[in-house]
């Protein structure tokens, strides 16, 4: 008995952290069912079951405490070698915040249960403050770049049967640009939630969007640029069934039979594939994937540049944070904090005006 003591076999009786992360389990897939997305309860079990379960999985609940909770950050930092150079592989700041996150949730569960009687600091250590920091975007000269570069590819593709995967980019950068959609609201969109009109207060054709995604169900009125692009998608054909040798489908009809039969219909998808690859080859071929401090661009900078583009023509920052489905402050703080345009050099370079000097009267004056 002496000797499991000192082996740490034999503890308080207390409850570990394995028990405390099944009944979390159970408690959360039970009840965010339906409210929080599949993606997201996914992640909390493979965090657990990758890296917290190994890690506090034996340990009691008193035992985990603000010093074990820092050498569990130290763990993550150091463990992970690369392969050929042999320096640590630091995990991104956001992949260790929701980790801490998982952890916390889980002591609140045992807490709850009465099995813990107050949750530890788990608070950084040694955390300088936050900088707030502009997210990757495309100036309008690099925007242009970009475009160009897309619309080169699709006429002239690489490989002819890429020809329908560089369309579909070319329309894709397009189409974000000129609405300011989240690349996960564009993956959601159909057909049937895209309408063309005429705008009345512009007199110019647009798209109203009907939009589901990250803030439920929401609403877009795009630019005029994103007429086009639409239109392109709507008349392009789905992909074709494999012709076999002797040009027909394997069903025997012939390609302009069955080019009827993959019309889009209004609950298809506007994009059917991820375009993720093929942008980010396009944008390391260009130089682009990086802006001047270092942030990565990626499908989501369409989205910035939409929001910068607007601020910068003197939109209402209002209005754009209403058509983004996003508020005013989020866009001060991480889209228009680094636009010179949003100072207002008359309301700064103010200056008192000068007291004028007595005039004094001549001789013959008086």
């Known amino acids: 008995m002496r000797g499991k003591v000192r082996r740490g076999e034999i503890r308080g009786g207390g409850v570990t952290f394995d028990k405390a992360a099944e009944q979390f389990l159970k408690e959360f897939i039970a009840l965010t069912a339906g409210e929080r997305s599949p993606v997201y309860v996914q992640g909390h079990q493979d965090r657990l079951r990758v890296h917290l379960r190994p890690f506090f999985g034996k340990k ?10 820092q050498d569990y950050r130290i763990h993550r930092m150091t463990s992970r070698k690369h392969p050929q150079t042999g320096e640590p592989m630091r995990p991104a700041k956001n992949t ?4 801490i996150v998982c952890l916390r949730q889980v002591l609140k569960c045992a807490n709850r249960h009465g099995w813990l009687a107050y949750l530890p600091d788990l608070s950084a250590p040694f955390r300088a403050s936050g900088k707030v920091s502009h997210r990757g975007w495309f100036s309008l000269e690099e925007y ?8 080169k590819r ?13 369309e579909q980019l070319h329309d894709y950068v397009l189409l974000m640009a000129n609405t300011g959609l989240r690349p996960d609201e564009a993956a959601r969109l159909q057909f049937r939630d895209v309408t063309v009109v005429m705008d009345e207060a512009t007199e110019e054709r647009i798209l109203e969007i009907e939009v589901r995604g990250k803030r439920g169900t929401g609403y877009c009125k795009s630019m005029p640029g994103a007429v086009i692009p639409f239109e392109r998608l709507r008349s392009r054909l789905r992909p074709m069934i494999e012709e076999d ?11 302009s039979a069955s080019a009827d039969m993959v019309k889009p219909k209004p609950t298809d998808l506007l994009f059917d594939s991820s375009h993720r690859e093929l942008l980010k080859t396009v944008l390391e071929e260009e130089k682009l994937k ?6 990565r661009r990626t499908a989501y900078s369409l989205r910035h540049t939409y929001i910068c583009l607007r601020l910068m023509e003197g939109a209402d920052i209002y209005q754009i944070a209403k058509n983004c489905r996003t508020s005013v402050e989020m866009i001060e703080k991480y889209y228009a904090i680094h636009l010179k345009n949003t100072l207002d050099a008359a309301a700064i370079n103010v200056r008192k005006s000068k007291a004028k000097k007595p005039t004094r009267l001549t001789t013959k004056e008086k």
């Open 245 to 255: 040798e002797d040009g027909e489908t394997p069903s025997g009809r012939s390609e």
């Open 290 to 295: 990086f802006d001047r401090e270092g942030n």
């Open 144 to 151: 242009n770049q970009l475009w160009r570069a897309t619309q």
């Open 60 to 69: 009691e609940l008193t035992e985990i405490t603000p010093g074990m909770v």
């Open 154 to 166: 699709a006429k002239n593709p690489p490989k002819p049967r890429w020809r329908r995967s560089c």
């Open 96 to 99: 260790l915040h929701q980790e």
